[in-house]
């Protein structure tokens, strides 16, 4: 008789290790292009600042990357499902980011700030704002969480101590 457990093992732990370098490389991936608005701001930011000698920074550009930061995010979501580790942390950083986004538009469009028929003062600027600033903040954190989940996923497993 042949032993099958013995290859039924082994396809598991050939599945095991796909499903680990897929979720390495979703979140090296996700991670970077989380990142990528925030650093893109300070980079042009520094160098406008540098070039103009004055602070010269374009505090929107968060929001107009959002497609590299969603990417990431999904990327993230993925990683961490596969992974089963900080699921949570990444799915509501990546929604609030999302949901302050979304809503920073509402408002502007609504209050008539986006079409340039309210002045860019008041509460619906301050509200904006807000909302701008929950958005990179929530992406901060996405990006925390990204490198979190590398630094998880990279971890040597302990070796269990003998008694």
Not at 14 to 27: G, H, Q
Not at 68 to 93: D, N, T
């Amino acid at each position: 008789m042949i032993d099958l457990s013995r290859f039924d093992r082994r396809e598991r732990e050939i599945t095991m290790s796909k499903k680990m370098i897929t979720s390495r490389v979703l979140a090296i991936i996700g991670t970077v292009l989380v990142w990528l608005p925030i650093l893109a701001t300070l980079v042009t930011g520094v160098i406008g600042s540098i070039a103009r000698d004055r602070l010269m920074m374009d505090y929107l550009m968060p929001a107009e990357l959002v497609p590299f930061a969603a990417i990431g995010g999904i990327a993230l979501i993925i990683s961490a499902m596969l992974a089963q580790s900080l699921q949570k942390w990444i799915v509501w950083s990546f929604t609030v980011m999302l949901a302050a986004l979304v809503l920073s538009q509402v408002v502007a469009v609504v209050s008539g700030l986006a079409s340039g028929r309210v002045e860019a003062t008041g509460i619906w600027w301050i509200l904006v704002l807000g909302l701008i600033i929950l958005y990179a903040l929530s992406m901060i954190i996405l990006g925390i969480g990204g490198i979190k989940l590398i630094s998880s996923l990279f971890k040597k497993p302990q070796e269990p101590t003998a008694a």
